[in-house]
């Protein structure tokens, strides 16, 4: 038997590297899964391929900073497959021209501050907000949010998309512990370098070689690697886990300075 066997999930940014890779993860195991992304093509890619291997999914188009269309997306996930137990909140703006914005902050609009947030965190948010009470109907479940590296250090750039992150630590802890005794657990995962399409499209060879340094494993991150933990995260075998921010980054944040090959 399927770890998920039985079990409903909702992959948020589903369309993309690391959440079209936790999507298929979770259909491998059983799990029925729907994929939302804002971009419906994508998020219809990611379900064919789940189907096409045998799983069950399906896609929903939302923009989810928005507090009706994460509503709805929750609403439609009970709908078509009768409840919620798992939620991976992924969704990111990961748009290299919008990520080459988000500069020091002196350097730094308005505008670009409160979209990132909107989508890194108060998304998160609105998601957990309405997708803890159908887990709760169903006795519990277990909420994989998607952190950063960059949440824990200070850099010279990606202002927001930090800030946003740590304030995604946050909300892993306050829901943690609010809804724990419902049997709601909630921990989030901390990438390092992961090599998804949006990463080559951000960073330049230069950067990925040093980031490539900076990881003490031989090969650097995959989507799959992340999305082995979130399946690990959103079954039984981790059900006295929660509250917890857990690095993936080849040992990226154990040490200080460059590890030299």
Not at 95 to 103: G, I, K, T, V
């Amino acid at each position: 038997m399927a770890r998920l066997d039985g079990k409903v999930a909702i992959v948020t940014g589903g369309g993309g590297g690391i959440g079209g890779a936790s999507a298929r993860a979770l259909a491998r195991e059983g799990a029925a899964v729907l994929v939302v992304d804002v971009d419906a093509a994508a998020a219809a890619a990611t379900v064919e391929t789940v189907t096409g291997a045998g799983g069950t999914a399906a896609a929903y188009r939302a923009d989810l900073s928005d507090e009706a269309q994460a509503e709805a997306a929750v609403a439609e996930a009970t709908s078509l497959f009768g409840g919620l137990d798992v939620l991976h909140n992924n969704a990111a703006l990961t748009d290299s021209a919008f990520l080459s914005e988000d500069r020091a902050v002196t350097e730094l609009s308005v505008e670009v501050w409160e979209r990132t947030l909107a989508v890194n965190l108060r998304s998160q948010m609105l998601m957990c907000k309405h997708g803890v009470p159908p887990m709760v109907q169903r006795g519990g479940g277990s909420i994989v949010n998607m952190s950063s590296g960059a949440s824990f250090k200070g850099d010279r750039t990606r202002t927001a998309y930090g800030v946003s992150k740590a304030g995604v630590n946050a909300l892993t802890l306050y829901v943690a512990t609010s809804h724990g005794k419902q049997g709601v657990r909630a921990n989030a995962i901390v990438p390092g370098l992961v090599l998804t399409d949006a990463v080559r499209a951000h960073l330049d060879e230069k950067t990925l070689a040093s980031l490539g340094r900076a990881t003490l494993t031989p090969a650097v991150g995959q989507p799959d690697d992340v999305a082995d933990v979130v399946v690990f995260l959103a079954c039984d075998e981790s059900r006295y886990i929660t509250g917890q921010l857990i690095c993936v980054d080849g040992g990226m944040s154990a040490h200080v300075g460059l590890a030299e090959s």
